[in-house]
């Protein structure tokens, strides 16, 4: 699997597809990336110095994900990643994390400023809805305010091609995201093993509707499919 690419176009940064020891929710109806995790920690250390050892400080910007949260790729690399980040003169550190990390992300801000390196932290908040988003596509986000969730997160994730999803809705979820968070993320929803389904309809209103508003926004990233950025594709498909 491809771990490390480089993201050239909006906010130009490296990016790295990291290996945890897997998601603590694993409640969303529509996941199955928590799949690419392993209990063996010796061996997530390794992928995952290997996809580190790719970075260069290119953009001084770096993009760090995983198939689940940020704190769950362990203490101790995290602290390793500080020291690189340092070291390759990295400012910008952008991590994801699910809402219930909240306080814990508060924290690793702090160690890693004492690293030089802000960190801006995204959440998959899918939809502002908050019915549609809890009973169907089951986040497990306590909160329905988006001041609120904002509160502790700098960006967002939106998951649109579902069905009950309207241009009305995506153009609604979108500029809310835009109104509270500094950037937001759209994600187009592609089949997996889940037992929910993207919608042609829905993603056909997307592409109509709200991709020509949205694709040259600079503060909007737009991926139509989950491996857009580069990483998450495995090299036989190159």
């Excluded at 409640?27 to 010796?42: A, I």
């Excluded at 198939?67 to 340092?86: D, H, I, Q, T, Y």
């Amino acid at each position: 699997m491809i771990r490390y690419s480089i993201i050239r176009e909006k906010n130009p940064r490296e990016i790295l597809l990291l290996r945890g020891t897997g998601c603590r929710w694993k409640k969303c109806s529509f996941c199955d990336y928590h799949f690419d995790c392993s209990p063996n920690e010796e061996e997530n250390l390794e992928i995952n110095r290997a996809a580190l050892s790719c970075v260069t400080g290119e953009y001084g910007r770096l993009e760090v994900i995983n198939s689940g949260s940020f704190p769950e790729l362990g203490k101790a690399f995290l602290l390793e990643l500080a020291s690189v980040c340092r070291e390759k003169g990295i400012r910008v550190l952008h991590f994801e994390c699910h809402y219930r990390y909240r306080r814990e992300a508060a924290q690793w801000r702090k160690v890693f400023a004492g690293f030089g390196t802000e960190l801006k932290i995204k959440t998959g908040v899918e939809s502002f809805d908050a019915d549609f988003r809890e009973n169907v596509l089951r986040k497990g986000i306590s909160e329905s305010d988006p001041k609120k969730i904002a509160e502790c997160f700098d960006e967002c994730c939106l998951l649109f091609g579902i069905h009950g999803q309207t241009a009305e809705s995506m153009r609604s979820d979108i500029e809310t995201g835009l109104a509270h968070f500094e950037r937001v993320c759209v994600n187009i929803f592609v089949e997996n093993s889940c037992d929910i389904r993207p919608d042609p309809a829905v993603i056909a209103e997307f592409k109509k509707h709200i991709m020509p508003v949205y694709k040259d926004n600079a503060r909007v990233d737009i991926l139509l499919d989950n491996t857009d950025f580069g990483v998450g594709k495995t090299e036989e498909n190159e």
